[in-house]
């Protein structure tokens, strides 16, 4: 029986608690990811780092799974998931950090980091809440700035047409 008792005590010192990552979860949450334009986001994975809060952003873990971006209608929604927090509780909150990459991948430098947002996250059978990113737009800081190649092509075209219209 103190065997048993020790055993609850140690697993409930590794506690993992979970919340819910999705910005279009009505009427709470309908937070659209949109760029400096204005344009919702797609293409894009997200991912999260998370740990008790307080914890400084470097010492986070990346928590997983990782998900994407939505298309079409639901373009600047995230496909919704449930992700763990490790070693933090039932009841206890949690810093979430937010990773954008572009395309399919977590490596390298992230285009965008947002955060923190602290969310309370429930252990089982409690339902996960979400995490609280409002009901407003959340600008993302990535540009619609054109790709150094795509600049020099439109270059390359003023100058044909300037020179077009300099022989005529």
Do not use: C
């Not at 998370?50 to 997983?64: D, E, I, Y």
């Not at 039932?90 to 990773?99: E, H, P, Q, R, Y």
């Not at 609280?132 to 540009?143: D, N």
């Not at 795509?150 to 003023?158: C, F, I, K, N, R």
């Amino acid at each position: 029986m103190i065997a048993v008792a020790a055993l609850m005590v140690s697993i409930a010192a590794y506690g993992q608690g979970s919340f819910l990552f999705n910005n279009h979860a009505v009427p709470d949450v309908t937070a659209q990811f949109v760029d400096k334009s204005g344009v919702p986001l797609t293409g894009y994975t997200v991912q999260l780092l998370g740990g008790p809060t307080g914890t400084a952003v470097g010492s986070l873990t990346a928590l997983t799974p990782t998900t994407d971006m939505r298309t079409g209608n639901a373009a600047g929604y995230v496909n919704p998931i449930t992700v763990i927090v490790p070693g933090v509780a039932d009841g206890k909150k949690a810093d979430i950090w937010l990773n954008f990459f572009a395309g399919t991948s977590t490596t390298g430098t992230p285009a965008a980091q947002l955060g923190p947002y602290t969310v309370t996250v429930a252990e089982a059978p409690n339902l996960p809440s979400a995490l609280p990113l409002g009901t407003s737009p959340i600008t993302v800081p990535i540009g619609t700035v054109p790709e150094p190649t795509t600049l020099a092509l439109g270059l390359v075209g003023l100058g044909s047409l300037l020179a077009l219209r300099r022989r005529s």
